[in-house]
């Protein structure tokens, strides 16, 4: 079974950085092509945030220059390194891939910048 697990999320200041991670597990990492971030602020839908796959990296404009999506296939893991970070960022951010034709996700860490 996989499963996604963020962490690294928290309270952090306008203008500040936070990296988050995601570890997966139960599935070959290296053979998933794409992972992808995604945030859901209060009462909004959920928003895709960025995009890593063999070909590259793709990012929504509203985070282009700011974020950096990676991966590292011998940790299981990809990340966001989040920095100049603005109050409209605060939300839940996800990890998901999509394996065959399911769609994963993890749980979400809370990402809340405030002064």
């Known amino acids: 079974q996989v499963q996604l697990v963020e962490s690294g999320g928290g309270l952090v200041q306008p203008g500040g950085s936070l990296r988050l991670s995601c570890v997966a597990s139960?599935?070959?990492?290296?053979?998933?092509?794409?992972m992808a971030w995604y945030r859901q602020a209060p009462g909004k839908q959920r928003e895709w945030v960025a995009t890593?796959?063999?070909?590259?990296?793709l990012y929504a404009d509203s985070v282009k220059g700011r974020f950096t999506i990676s991966r590292d296939n011998a940790k299981n893991s990809v990340y966001l390194q989040m920095n100049s970070l603005k109050p409209e960022d605060t939300a839940v951010y996800y990890c998901?891939?999509?394996?065959?034709?399911?769609?994963?996700w993890g749980q979400g860490t809370q990402v809340t910048v405030s002064s």
């Open positions: 998901k891939t999509v394996i065959g034709i399911k769609n994963y």
């Open positions: 890593v796959t063999s070909s590259g990296r």
């Open positions: 139960g599935t070959i990492f290296s053979s998933i092509n794409g």
